[in-house]
């Protein structure tokens, strides 16, 4: 059973199906893989919160559905920094990942990890 387990899914952006990068929630000082893990792992607890990803030097970030919202989603302020600003991140377009993390983009600065429900 791995439901509740966060999967590495390797070095890249977290995408879709399709190919889509997703919307995300970004932390302002959770700098390392194991404190990004441990904040998905509370996050995710919330529906929407799919994953989380990390780049090197950058902050945390948590991959989330469409139809997540940040204002009422009530997630736990994370340790560390609280919030960036902006918190949300869109890639833009139409084409924005949606429903569950199924691969990532390649690219070898990056960290995706999928929640399994």
């Given amino acids: 059973n791995t439901d509740g387990v966060a999967a590495p899914l390797g070095h890249g952006r977290c995408l879709d199906g399709q190919g889509a990068k997703f919307r995300v929630f970004r932390t302002a000082g959770l700098r390392n893989a194991e404190a990004?893990?441990?904040?998905?792992?509370?996050?995710?607890?919330?529906?929407?919160?799919?994953?989380a990803q990390l780049q090197i030097g950058g902050t945390?970030?948590?991959?989330?559905?469409l139809a997540l919202d940040f204002a009422s989603a009530r997630l736990t302020?994370?340790?560390?920094?609280?919030?960036?600003?902006?918190?949300?991140?869109?890639?833009?377009?139409?084409?924005e990942g949606k429903a569950f993390v199924s691969g990532v983009d390649e690219d070898p600065s990056w960290n995706c990890w999928r929640m399994n429900h």
Avoid: K, M, T
Avoid at 60 to 65: T, Y
Avoid at 77 to 95: F, H, I, T, Y
């Fill in 60 to 65: 945390c970030e948590l991959v989330v559905d």
């Fill in 77 to 95: 302020e994370p340790p560390e920094g609280a919030w960036a600003d902006p918190a949300v991140v869109s890639p833009g377009g139409e084409a």
């Fill in 36 to 51: 990004c893990l441990g904040y998905l792992l509370e996050a995710s607890r919330i529906p929407g919160v799919l994953g």
